[in-house]
């Protein structure tokens, strides 16, 4: 169970995990009260993102729930994109620039792209 809120609820009988922030929101770099299941860890590394770490975990969990007998639930909610801002600085900079055209503009040229290579119809 991956999830940005306040607390865990419990899927049934379905075993269930948690790796995610009680706090709702904050850091993506060492974001504060940040649970592995039920114990509260800490960021020892300089090239953490939270975006990244619940990919990685959510990897693991599947990993290990394919492994066992029965089913098991999955809910994976990123807190992205409610701060995009708060990308690699890189990321960022790979994208400086693209939206000053404004939405308009922006839509219609994805939607003439997607034409192109045949998405969609109109």
């Known amino acids: 169970m991956f999830d940005r809120r306040h607390q865990q609820p419990a899927i049934h009988n379905l075993p269930h995990r948690f790796y ?7 850091s993506y770099y060492n974001p504060n009260m940040l649970l592995d299941d039920v ?3 800490g960021v020892e590394t300089t090239d953490y993102h ?25 809910y994976m909610a990123f807190s992205a ?12 900079e790979q994208y400086r620039g693209n939206y000053l055209k404004g939405w308009d503009e922006t839509r219609t040229n994805r939607h ?3 034409r192109g290579l045949g998405m969609v119809d109109q």
């Open 20 to 26: 995610g922030i009680l706090s709702g929101g904050g």
């Open 112 to 114: 003439e792209t997607q």
């Open 81 to 92: 994109p409610h701060g995009p801002l708060r990308a690699w600085p890189n990321d960022i």
């Open 39 to 41: 114990t509260r860890i």
């Open 50 to 74: 939270f975006t990244e770490a619940i990919a990685a975990k959510v990897t693991q969990f599947v990993d290990d729930a394919i492994h066992r007998d029965g089913p098991f639930f999955l």
